[in-house]
């Protein structure tokens, strides 16, 4: 789990940096449903303390450190994980089209042979 959870980070960073992701989201953002959600999000108890109690820790210097620290590694992690995931997608979509082009060979006749 906490493998998926830093790759998660990593590829939220990543997305971070795409424009068109980051138009999509303050389109998503501008919708009154997607605002009414948030509000009633924001307005739930649990909600409420969770964000008094990260507050609280962002005021402690020291908590603030680990968790930066905790968060650079973990970002770290991710990143290397994410890049791992992405090379192996592509080596399977390359040999996925390899095995495609080599079966579409196979189905072609030989030069020169006439079939009729």
């Known amino acids: ?8 980070l990593a590829q939220l960073m990543k997305d971070m940096q795409d424009p068109e992701i980051m138009r999509e989201a303050q389109k998503m953002m501008q919708d009154p449903a997607f605002q009414a959600h948030m ?6 108890d649990s909600f409420k303390k969770s964000i008094s ?3 609280k820790t962002m005021q402690d210097p ?3 450190k680990e968790m930066e620290a905790q968060m650079t590694k973990k970002l770290k ?9 992405e090379k192996a997608a592509a080596e399977k979509a390359k040999a996925d089209g390899d095995k495609k082009e ?4 196979d189905a072609k006749p030989a030069a020169g042979l ?3």
């Open 39 to 44: 509000k009633k999000v924001t307005e739930n």
């Open 62 to 64: 020291k908590k603030m």
């Open 53 to 55: 109690e990260t507050k």
């Open 114 to 116: 006439n079939l009729n």
């Open 77 to 85: 992690e991710g990143q290397e994980k994410l890049a791992a995931a």
């Open 102 to 105: 080599s079966a579409e060979e």
């Open 1 to 8: 789990m906490a493998e998926m959870n830093s790759m998660m």
